[in-house]
């Protein structure tokens, strides 16, 4: 069995043992219609709390629950920006609430996104996507959550001028624009704002499972798991570094030169150990080059297993440092750090002679990824 193929048996074992201990903890029951507004007093990402009695005016709020992480919320960003733009004219606020633990999400549930739920990477990412509503976190106690009951996020609750809840569930039946068959949210906002009552007032929501606390044990435990994973080291001459550039992999590649005499390689090194981790799951692969020379692989095996490096890992096969580097790359200075991220066809997608900044790389290759879902 292969690193990725026993990371992924440890993340489908793991997920069905954390799944059915979850169950019975997890079950908030969703707010019923017709019931009052749940109070709240959250801060947001502008660094100031939101009260429930802040929208008092508008004629229509709605309370959504939705986060960072979640590729489906993802994908609802400029409709619900949209919302805004077309019904905050006419009487509707909308306030966004995260209700996901960031201290429950594993790294493989990260898979598809460069920002976690912490509440300093919802301000990166509402600021990213200029996010024309409040977006506010509830993450450390998820009381409010809990009392609105989300089963999914994205998972919209609307309440009419007394606070009553007149519609809850999905935004609309397709998180691709076009599939889309009925636009549920709107037209519910659209009766209540003429006076009538909902048509179809509940729907069964699509998307991430809300992530409630109380996991961060569980969360320990898969991360022990990982860290048992084999870690093993090869030899790599001109025509392995050659394949390595050419990428016949099937898959997208972020290739890594490092050596334990560089100072920026070691302190970076974790990083790419994260990087695996979170999207070891998908058509994503991680190769580390060690420029040590082969009689330094026992030092270099030691590094491996102190960082859990369960990747594929490779090391110069000859003390001709300069001619294998030329084989990987002829435009290459030879400097250390050298990273790359090269597609399934052979594409340099992002490259850099410098220590990585995380995110910059894990935007990179979730953009890359994208072809394995669907563009928006």
């Not at 193929?5 to 059915?20: C, G, N, R």
């Not at 659209?190 to 009552?197: T, Y």
């Not at 750090?337 to 990585?356: F, M, Q």
Request: some cysteine.
């Amino acid at each position: 069995m292969n690193r990725l193929s026993a990371l992924a048996a440890l993340a489908v074992t793991l997920l069905w043992s954390l799944t059915s201990a979850r169950a019975a903890d997890d079950h908030f029951p969703t707010l019923e219609l017709g019931a009052s507004a749940p109070d709240f007093a959250l801060p947001g990402v502008d660094d100031k709390t939101h009260k429930l009695a802040d929208f008092a005016s508008a004629k229509l709020l709605l309370v959504l629950f939705t986060v960072n992480h979640c590729p489906t919320a993802q994908y609802y960003e400029e409709r619900l920006k949209k919302l805004v733009v077309d019904y905050s004219p006419k009487g509707l606020a909308l306030v966004a609430i995260s209700p996901n633990d960031p201290t429950s999400v594993r790294l493989d549930e990260l898979g598809y996104t460069d920002l976690s739920d912490s509440f300093e990477e919802m301000k990166i990412r509402a600021k990213e996507r200029n996010y024309n509503f409040p977006y506010l976190y509830d993450g450390d106690t998820e009381a409010v959550s809990k009392a609105y009951g989300p089963i999914a996020t994205p998972h919209a609750f609307l309440f009419d001028a007394s606070r009553k809840l007149r519609y809850v569930g999905r935004i609309d039946d397709s998180e691709r624009p076009e599939y889309i068959t009925t636009h549920d949210l709107t037209v519910a906002i659209d009766e209540l704002l003429a006076g009538k009552e909902v048509t179809t007032p509940k729907t069964k929501v699509v998307g991430c499972s809300v992530k409630w606390g109380g996991k961060s044990a569980a969360v320990k435990t898969y991360m022990d798991k990982l860290a048992t994973l084999p870690v093993s080291l090869e030899q790599v001459d001109a025509e392995g570094l050659k394949a390595l550039r050419k990428n016949d992999s099937g898959k997208l590649r972020l290739v890594n030169f490092w050596a334990t005499f560089c100072g920026p390689c070691v302190t970076e090194f974790a990083d790419f150990i994260d990087l695996h981790r979170r999207f070891g799951q998908r058509n994503f692969e991680i190769v580390t080059v060690s420029a040590n020379y082969p009689d330094e692989e026992k030092e270099v095996m030691s590094f491996l297993k102190k960082n859990q490096a369960a990747t594929k890992n490779l090391i110069f096969a000859t003390n001709n440092k300069a001619k294998l580097m030329e084989s990987f790359d002829p435009t290459w200075d030879n400097a250390l750090p050298y990273t790359l991220l090269i597609s399934p066809k052979g594409e340099v997608l992002w490259k850099t002679d410098r220590a990585i900044e995380p995110i910059e790389v894990r935007r990179a290759i979730v953009k890359a990824l994208k072809e394995d879902r669907f563009k928006n």
